[in-house]
C-alpha cells in the first residue's frame, strides 16, 4: 500500500497574488487543507476561533508551523518545458534557432525512443522543477509514447501536476530523417494513442496528468498532421500547446508556405482555442493578438530564452492591459534555467530594456517603446496566477476552493531593520535560490 504523506493546517505568514499588480500579505495565518487537497479555509490570527483551530490541529498532529523568516507562497506553474532537454541544459544557446535544433535539440530527443534513456532524465527533471517550488507543468516530451509515458509517472511519483504533450513532426522537410513521425497519419494516431494512455493511467492515481496536443511548431508539421491534431483537439476538448512567432526564421516559414502569419496557420487547423498555449510570441502583431484575445489563447512567456532565441522582447505590460492571456514558462532547454523566480527576474529585466531601449547612439525619447517595465509583482503574477488561468486550474492562489499547491520559502536574506511585507516579498523574488524553496506540497501532499 503507498500511504501519501499530506499536510492540513500550515501556521505562518502568507503572500499571494491577487491581480497583475498587487499582492495579499498576511502576517499570520492558518490554511487549512482537506482531504481532497483543497484549501478549505484560511483563518486568520483575528478570528474568533483561531486559537480553538491551531490547538486541534496541534493536538491531532496536524499542524505545521513556520519558522519565524518562512513565509508560503503558491506553486509556481511553468508553462513551457521541453523535458526531454533537460541534459542539455544551458548548451548551444549561442547557435541560431534552427541550427541549435538541428545539431543539439534533435539528436538528443531522438535519444528517447530508448525508455532507460528516459526514465532517469525525467525523474531528475520533475524532482529539479518541485525542488524550485514549480507544482504544475506544462511539458513538451518527444515523439515517443513509451518515454512520454514515463514523464506522466515521473510526475505521479513525485507528486506534480502534469500535462504531457507526445511531439508531433512529421515534416520530412524540417525534421531530420532519424527523429520524426513516420507520416502525418502516424503523427495523430500516435497522439491518439498517447491520450487513450494517459486516460488509462489516471485511473491509477488521484493527482491527474493531463494529455496535451501537440504540434512541435509550424515548420515541422505537414498541413495534414495539423489539420489532424486540430480534430484531436476538439474531439477530446484538450489542451493544445505549440511554438508561435518565437523568431524571424520561423515566422518567414510560415510566410513563405502558407503565405500567412504561424498564428493564422495554426488558428485554420482549429489549433487556437481557449485550452491553446502558445509558446514564446515574441513577434505576434496586433491582428495576432487581436486573434489570442478573441479566442482565448494564452502565451508562455519564456524570458530568459528569448534573450537567445526570440530576436525582439514580448511587450508583457501591452498583453496585461489587453487582457490577453500570459503566463511564464522556463523553455528547458532554450532557457538554461528550471526556476521561475530567475523567469520572474529576467521578465523584469528585460521590459525595463524594452522600455528605455538600448541604443545609446539615440537620443533617449527615440531609444525606447511606449510599453511599460513591469515589477516583480507583475512577474509573480504570471508565474502563479497567469499559468493557472492559462491551463483553467483552480490554483495559484491562496484562497478557499483552490488546490493546496504551495510553496514554503526562507527569507534568503537576513532583515538587518524593520522590513514591510511588500519589501520580504521583493527581496523573496530577487533572492530566492533552490535551497531556500524548503517545503512544496502538491494538492496537499508532500513533494520536496
Ligand atoms: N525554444 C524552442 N523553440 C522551438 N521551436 C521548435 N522547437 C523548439 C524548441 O525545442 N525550443
Known sequence: MIIIATVKVIEGPTITSTDPSSIQCRKHQLTCIDGEGYIERIVDESDDDFESVRQHAKQTDQLLTLRPDEYLLPGFIDLHVHAPQWPNAGVALDRPLNEWLDTYTFPLESKYQDVDFAKPVYDDLVKQLLANGTTTVLYFGTTHNPANLELAKAC??????????????????????????????????????????????????????????????????????????GE??????????????????????????????????????????????????????QTDLNRFK????????????????????????????????????????????????????????????????????????????ANDPISAKNGFYLATVGGA????????????????????????????????????????????????????????????
Not at 168 to 183: I, K, V
Not at 234 to 252: A, F, I
Open 294 to 369: 478573441d479566442r482565448g489563447v494564452a502565451i508562455a512567456h519564456c524570458p530568459i530564452s528569448n534573450v537567445y532565441f526570440g530576436n525582439a522582447v514580448l511587450p508583457v505590460s501591452k498583453l496585461l492591459k489587453q487582457k490577453v492571456k500570459v503566463g511564464l514558462g522556463t523553455d528547458i532547454s532554450g532557457g538554461y534555467s528550471p526556476s521561475l523566480y530567475q523567469n520572474i527576474r529576467q521578465a523584469v529585466m528585460s521590459s525595463r530594456m524594452l522600455h528605455d531601449g538600448v541604443n545609446s547612439e539615440l537620443d533617449p525619447a527615440q531609444r525606447g517603446t
Open 232 to 285: 484531436l483537439a476538439w474531439k477530446y476538448d484538450l489542451p493544445v500547446q505549440s511554438h508561435c512567432s518565437e523568431s524571424d526564421w520561423e515566422n518567414g516559414y510560415a510566410l513563405e508556405h502558407y503565405h500567412k502569419r504561424d498564428a493564422e496557420v495554426l488558428d485554420e487547423f482549429g489549433l487556437l482555442t481557449d485550452k491553446s498555449v502558445m509558446a514564446h510570441g515574441t513577434l505576434l502583431n
Open 389 to 448: 488561468e492559462s491551463l483553467h486550474l483552480r490554483t495559484g492562489q491562496i484562497k478557499p476552493g483552490y488546490l493546496a499547491d504551495l510553496q514554503v520559502v526562507q527569507a534568503p536574506m537576513p532583515s538587518f531593520n524593520e522590513e514591510t511585507m511588500d519589501q520580504i516579498f521583493e527581496k523573496i523574488i530577487y533572492n530566492a535560490s533552490k535551497d531556500d524553496v524548503k517545503q512544496v506540497f502538491v494538492q496537499g501532499r508532500f513533494a520536496k
Open 156 to 229: 505521479i511519483r513525485h507528486n506534480q501536476r502534469g500535462f504531457v504533450g507526445k511531439v508531433a513532426m512529421d515534416n520530412p522537410d524540417q525534421t531530420p530523417e532519424y527523429y520524426r513521425d513516420a507520416s502525418a497519419s502516424q503523427a495523430v494516431e500516435d497522439t491518439e494513442t498517447f491520450i487513450k494512455q494517459m486516460i488509462e493511467l489516471n485511473k491509477t492515481t488521484s493527482l491527474k496528468q493531463t494529455p496535451v496536443i501537440t504540434p512541435r511548431f509550424v515548420p515541422s508539421c505537414t498541413p495534414e498532421s495539423l489539420k489532424g491534431l
